[in-house]
């Protein structure tokens, strides 16, 4: 059955922002699925909030609507193109949410669209886990025994049925909140409690503990004529009770025989075949009793998802490109293989490698919550690896997560590890952390035994021998020293240079020096869906340590781009769309891009992205080896972040042409001494700063910058451990903490002196993003930020135009930008950072390189902004580029573009919820509109706010946000809203005519705010934190406002930001506009 | 660490790597599996007899070993291959290590070997004779790899199959009788056709039509096995003694002596076809089914259709095969065909009932989608008789 000619346009639905559990991997999916709707030759449609796609860029649909995915706003999308399908499966949960919503609705069958994927009866059936329970029993599949319950005494009935320990998850919380596993009546009791009370419709489903039982995840594809394949079948290193995102996990399943892995293929096919998937990829987990062999479904998502990302990278086998071919009338058969090329896509991929999936964390940013792991998800990234046996995949993948390991073990890193002592290596072993691996190294290292170890951490006993494998080779090498040791079985096992280094206290590059003199160098190998049966046309590859190359003999055009590396808060997405549009320039330019990266989310990794593929840490040992078989004319490290500007030390020693700007510029951007100097040189005015290398020279240059100050250890990128300290006792406490000082000891701030700036209170904060090629500086947009300087740039709202930012200020901006770039001698991409106060611009930071808000600009302004960077790194000047036609006129058309940051508290209830300078934003969204009120509540509605339209606000503000806050509570007054204030607030308001009634202290009277907002009488907080530390009431309200589900505005900007979205009016969010009909 | 060990191919190409299984020298063709799972069963497996296995898979030995698993009374390949042979297993169903499994049946094994760099290396210079050891100088491999015969010409299933005829009682009630030619019978063959109320009969591969005949059968199976079926001229005679007598079914080396006894001739596939993930499409509805594979040898229905197999393009297609052919038995149709290649999978008698297949639907190693082949054999017995 081929192709739909009944069908003429498409709408696809995206997934949003970037949140934790629905990451980058959907820009994956959708880039790829629009790529071949479009090559079909149907009108695609898209609507996604998420700028830093590369799905919303202009050249991938043809109408492209950067708008909130709500109800009301796809449905307009819908109304305005009239589209004759919607294909909802390739936008994660999100835009499974709101095609159920509008089915519910009735909304397609009003507008007469059809859905095509999945129908809202299957998503139904997949998505309600009291229905899919129902179906699986029904065809004899085993489900957790378990009931849905509405009270605790229920639930204690329940719970004697199925037996302790039993798993609690409330009906209908998003990301798994309150769901816990209770050992016994008491725990139970507690959890039903809390979990009915979470729950929106009162209900908690208490069902069978399976936690230590294996986890597998089944890939599984279907077509409309019933053929079914499993593309990947994934093992969890990590047992049940660890959410499978933020498990270890394994390609191929080890542990599984013929006979088990095919009753599970069996039943996946099966399932989907219930479900009623017609056609596309599906998700099917499993648990499996290690004692008895026991299989159970735990559930299934119909739709392409975060595995389906892994899966696809794992085995080479696009799940999404053929889902979009199966959503439109092909058959699995009539698809080919495009890697072979010559086969059809109706097979199951076979590995003759191992890929190992390791998730990357960021609890530090989050120091209220205990960094152990349950099932609900909190990672933030994964690194992915490929090597030829578990132990080889697992080191690369550890060294990938950029966490500061080189391995399993023999770093640095260990000492920390061989300081527990037994009792507490025993303890660690038992709770899943991100640490837990290499805890499990150590309990080896230590002779703890396989046994006791997998026993102990109930990872299956394979996996704990394997890595035994590593810890006697560790020990090997130890004994041998250098000249004994057996390089070729190490580096087979995995051990980076780095890790052989540690071990015999040498330098990396003697260690490499010494492979090369023993020939033992990296080889690489294809990934090509057949484990070599077949020819691979699709060059994606791998390194390892084998006795055949398969990298193909270097070329005279090649480029190597190099990625972001692992997701974090910091860098994610935004830096894979530079790197991604880099390939894309770079192929247009008739060079031949090869991208290097480990992220199995992003677009980059995409065989189909650069001429060549390699899926590898991005490490100097393991980059300076591509580079070595690819020999490339130019490396291009500004576009990936921070990681690849770590690289270019190394690549530049071992004489590989750095593209555009050169490594000193990036030292001198990094280096704070340098870059001082340098603005000093330029007249570029920075706030009063300093360094210190021990408490008392921090305590000196405090004084004399004068506090409040904002200190921050050197080096370290999205803002961690970034903290603004008013008073020196404030200063030392810190300083103690975060160097990990027992009070009264000194403290040596010598390996990462510490940064001292004044903290300049009170400042607008900009954002610029320019191309600068030695001569012209093309500058993408001032984006004014609307949290003012001290909420770090990737957690603050911002707009393009300005609009508080004066003519001076921003010819300042300009002035500086441009001499900044000059002085720096910027070839390519330059981000800056300013505070504005007045007229006064001071730099807060200037990064050589692409930074998080490019994406953004350039769907804002409709300029290629990366593009264009990366033909001026290679040489070409902008005005030529203009000259081809490259570098279109930004046009102020009179439309406001909002950018507002999506954060993860919703996973970290924990937390205090406040904005600073330490980044914790996971991702954005965008608005456009003709005025900033409307563009605002766009973004507001993307991010996922509910936005009230009348009732009563409730106001508390610190001393010095008093006076702006007079303004923000006169707008919602003139909304109709009643205005509830702290008592100091409320006095200041009243006397400044606005009627404020003033509440009493939390837990006092009968106006306490807490229960205020409890009981549903409050609809909206504008809450700023009062002096230094945020403790007491304040933190109470915030938190019970996140609890209630009522927006909660921690800053007077966005308290006032929100009322004019709210000015704007509701219509105005419904009116939308493609971005191809705004830049024609 | 074990023993270093070599694998020498009769071009003279050398793989190093160490002794994981017996010690001393074998010899056979050097073929690969790309199975993921399934190790035990491909090892036990009558078909691989003569034949060194590289299975591509890396890890090996994961799981252990349970006697459920094994094909056939132990070991059938002349010697194994494998990336990484796991030192422990784990598993509820595991009764003993693989490891020690293949030292105690002599089985000469490899672990550590570059074997993707083996398996391009067979993919591009065809599957070829090899020797394999541990413990001897490599001339002495080159040697006796360069005097390993070939796979062709041989009658490898004599060696493996059954001398006396035994009996495998149905599983429950009995639905009717089965003789089985045993050319090298997996058990999960006799398994299945037990599961569906079949008394079965294994007779030896020399055993003759009428023989067969005056045992009174409701069905003829016809096994999978080893090697070449162009030397097993006495199964062939018996076959043709038996189409249009009784059903016939033939799976693998059994379908291809089905083949020959209707009048096609057979050729050798340049590396064979070995591993669980071929997608054969059922030509009657055109779904697809993923099938279990390990054969080396291929039915040309063309050699009866007296023309031309036309020019591949592209994903193949159903123009590669002739729609129908005729033979002494009435005319037959191709019922099933390899997605990769394009080759026979599956032929059918329209005016006698006879059917076989290429692939293995009793699986072991590999999925399980065809097994309703065995519901269609027994429905024919049932209904015919
Ligand atoms: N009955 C159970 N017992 C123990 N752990 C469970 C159980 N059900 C689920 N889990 C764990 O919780 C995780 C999340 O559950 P899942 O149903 O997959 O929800 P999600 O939709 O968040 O992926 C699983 O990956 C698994 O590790
Ligand atoms: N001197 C300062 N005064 C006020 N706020 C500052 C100052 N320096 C930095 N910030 C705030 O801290 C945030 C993070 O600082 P920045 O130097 O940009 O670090 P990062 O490298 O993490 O982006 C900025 O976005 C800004 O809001
Ligand atoms: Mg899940
Ligand atoms: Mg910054």
Known sequence: MPRRDDLESILVIGSGPIVIGQACEFDYSGTQAIRVLAEEGYRVVLVNSNPATIMTDPEFADATYVEPITPEVVEAVIAKERPDAVLPTLGGQTALNVTAEL?????????????????????????????????????????????????????????????????????????????????????????????????????????????????????????????????????????????????????????????????????????????????????????VDPETGRRIVIEMNPRVSRSSALASKATGFPIAKIAARLAVGYTLDEVANDITGATPASFEPALDYVVVKVPRFDFAKFPNTPPVLGTMMRSVGEAMAIGRTFPEALQKALRSLETGRAG???????????????????????????????????????????????????????????????????????????????????????????????????????????????????????????????????????????????????????????????????????????????????????????????????????????????????????????????????????????????????????????????????????????????????????????????????????????????????????????????????????????????????????????????????????????????????????????????????????VVPPHGISEEAQKRILGHTADLARGLGVRGLINIQFAVRGDEVFVLEANPRASRTVPFIAKATGVPLARIATRVMMGDTIDALRGDGLVPASRADGFVAVKEAVLPWNRFPAEEGLLGPEMRATGEVMGIAPDFGTAYAKALLGAGHRIPEGGTVFISLSDRDKEYGVDVARRYVDLG?????????????????????????????????????????????????RGRRARGDGSLIRRAARKAGIPCVTTVQGGGAVARALQAGREGVTTVQSLQARHP | MSERGLLVLADGTVFGGSSVGADGVASGEVVFTTSMTGYQEVVTDPSYAGQIVTMTAPHIGNYGVAGVDDQSAGPACAGFVVRSMSRRDSSWRSEGSFGAWLRERGVVALSDVDTRRLT?????????????GSGVGEAELVEVAASAPSMAGRDLASGVATREPYEVAAAGASVGHVVAVDLGIKRDILRRLSERGLDVTVVPPGTSAADIVAMRPDGVFVSNGPGDPEPLVGPTETVRGLVGEVPVFGICLGHQVLGLALGARTFKLPFGHHGGNHPVRRMSDGVVEITSQNHGFAVDLWSLAGGEPPQRVGVPGAELLPERVETAFGPVVPTHQNLNDGTLEGLRCVDVAAFSVQYHPEAAPGPNDADHLFDRFAGLIGGGG
């Not at chain 1, 260990?414 to 709770?431: C, F, K, P, R």
């Not at chain 1, 003999?553 to 997701?567: D, E, F, H, K, Q």
């Not at chain 1, 809203?977 to 003033?998: C, K, N, Y």
Request: proline share 5%.
């Open chain 1, 103 to 287: 089915g519910r609705r009735g909304a397609f069958e009003r507008l007469g669209v059809e859905l095509i994927g999945a129908s809202v009866e299957a998503i139904e059936a997949a998505e309600n886990r009291e229905k899919f329970a129902r179906l699986m029993e029904e065809a004899g599949l085993g489900t957790p025994s378990g009931r849905y319950c509405r009270s605790v005494s229920e639930a204690v009935a329940a719970a004697s049925e199925v037996g302790y320990p039993v798993m609690v998850r409330p009906s209908y919380i998003l990301g798994g909140g309150g769901t816990g596993t209770a050992a016994d009546r008491e725990e139970l009791e507690q959890i039903v409690a809390a979990g009915i009370e979470a729950s929106p419709v009162g209900e908690v489903l208490v069902e069978e503990s399976v936690v230590g039982w294996k986890e597998f995840e089944l890939e599984v594809m279907r077509d409309r004529n019933d053929n079914g394949v499993i593309v990947c079948a994934i093992e969890n290193l990590d047992p049940m009770g660890v959410h499978t995102g933020d498990s270890i996990t394994v390609a191929p399943a080890m542990t599984l025989s013929d006979r088990e892995y095919q009753e599970m293929r069996d039943e996946a096919l099966r399932i989907l075949r219930i479900i009623g998937v017609e056609t596309g990829g599906s998700n099917v987990q499993f648990a």
């Open chain 1, 408 to 798: 399993l073990n023999a770093d640095a890193g260990e000492a920390a590890l061989q300081a527990m002592s037994d009792e507490e290596l025993t303890a660690a072993i038992g709770v899943p952390t991100p640490e837990r691996i290499f805890h499990v190294g150590e309990a080896l290292r230590r002779g703890m035994g396989v046994d006791a170890v997998a026993r102990g951490s109930m990872i299956d006993p394979w996996f704990v021998d394997q890595m035994a494998e590593i810890v006697e080779e560790r020990q090997a090498l130890e004994a041998t020293g250098p000249d004994g040791a057996d390089l070729r079985r190490a580096k087979r096992l995995g051990f980076s240079d780095r890790q052989l280094a540690h071990l015999w206290d040498v330098d990396p590059t003697d260690v490499r020096t010494r492979r090369r003199d023993g020939g033992i160098e990296t080889t690489f190998k294809t990934v090509d869906t057949c484990a070599a049966e077949f020819e691979a046309q699709t060059p994606y590859f791998y390194g390892t340590f084998e006795e055949e190359d398969e990298a193909p003999a270097p070329g005279n055009r090649t480029v190597i781009v190099l990625g972001s590396g692992p997701n974090r808060i910091g860098q994610g997405i935004e830096f894979d769309y530079s790197c991604v549009h880099a390939a894309m320039a770079l192929a247009d330019a008739g060079y031949e891009p090869v991208m290097v990266n480990c992220n199995p989310e992003t677009v980059s990794t995409d065989y189909d992205t650069s001429a060549r593929l390699y899926f590898e840490p991005l490490t100097d040992e393991d980059v300076l080896a591509v580079a070595a078989a690819e020999r490339p004319v130019a490396v291009i490290v500004q576009l990936g972040g921070q990681t690849p500007l770590n690289l270019t030390r190394a690549l530049d020693a071992a004489g590989h042409p750095i593209a555009g700007t050169p490594p000193d510029a990036i030292d001198i951007a990094e280096d704070r001494e340098r870059f001082s100097a340098l603005c000093r040189e330029l007249g570029v005015p920075q706030p009063p700063h300093g360094t210190a290398t021990s408490l008392g020279e921090a305590a000196d240059v405090a004084d004399r910058v004068g506090f409040p100050v904002l200190v921050r250890p050197s080096y370290v990128l999205g803002g961690r451990a970034m903290r603004v300290v008013y008073t020196a006792d404030e200063l030392d406490a810190y300083l103690k903490d975060l160097y990990g000082a027992a009070a009264g000891s000194e403290v040596d701030l010598n390996a990462s002196p510490v940064l001292i700036d004044r903290f300049l209170e009170a400042a607008a904060e900009v954002d610029v993003d320019a191309v600068f090629d030695g001569h012209e500086l093309l500058v993408g947009g001032i984006m004014e930020h609307v949290e003012e300087a001290g909420v770090h740039s990737g957690d603050s709202a911002c």
């Open chain 2, 120 to 132: 391009r290396h067979i993919r591009s210079h065809g599957a070829m004779p090899a020797a394999i």
């Open chain 1, 977 to 1025: 809203f009643r205005v509830l204030a702290t008592g100091g607030t409320a006095e200041f308001l009243a006397a400044r005519g606005i009627p404020a009634a003033h509440v009493d202290k939390v837990g006092e009277g009968p106006w306490d705010p807490v229960r205020l907002i409890e009981e549903g009488k409050i609809d909206m907080v504008v809450n700023t934190p």
